[in-house]
């Protein structure tokens, strides 16, 4: 594997397993897991590398606060528009994340 391949690959692994550690830490210790959210954005930038979906989702743009439905984030369903929105209770950011709806008219 070329090397910039095979070092892209390690810190995506890094990456959603500081992911991992954000969510598990978050009931106890909201700062750290924004500071593995934080890490996380770093990480990406750096190496420029796109954040999987659920990961993208699960950071408040804004803020870098760790989204979770129901604890730091409410979650509500714009169904006529073909999206749900999270909103950050931290900064209030919105956050609109689309579903694949096809439609065929
Ligand atoms: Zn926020």
């Known amino acids: 594997m070329e090397r910039g391949r095979l070092i892209a690959e390690i810190v995506k692994q ?39 979906k659920e ?15 129901g604890a730091s984030a409410s979650f509500r369903l714009a169904s006529s528009k073909g999206f749900a929105v999270y909103k950050c209770l931290n900064c209030g950011a919105e956050l609109h994340v689309y579903y694949k709806l096809r439609r065929s008219t």
């Open 14 to 52: 890094r990456i959603e397993i500081l992911f991992y550690l954000a969510q598990d830490v978050f009931p106890k210790d909201p700062e750290l897991a924004k500071h593995y959210a934080k890490l996380i954005k770093e990480l990406g930038k750096h190496y420029r590398i796109r954040l999987p």
């Open 55 to 69: 990961i993208k989702r699960g950071i408040c743009k804004r803020c870098g606060s760790l989204l979770m439905p």
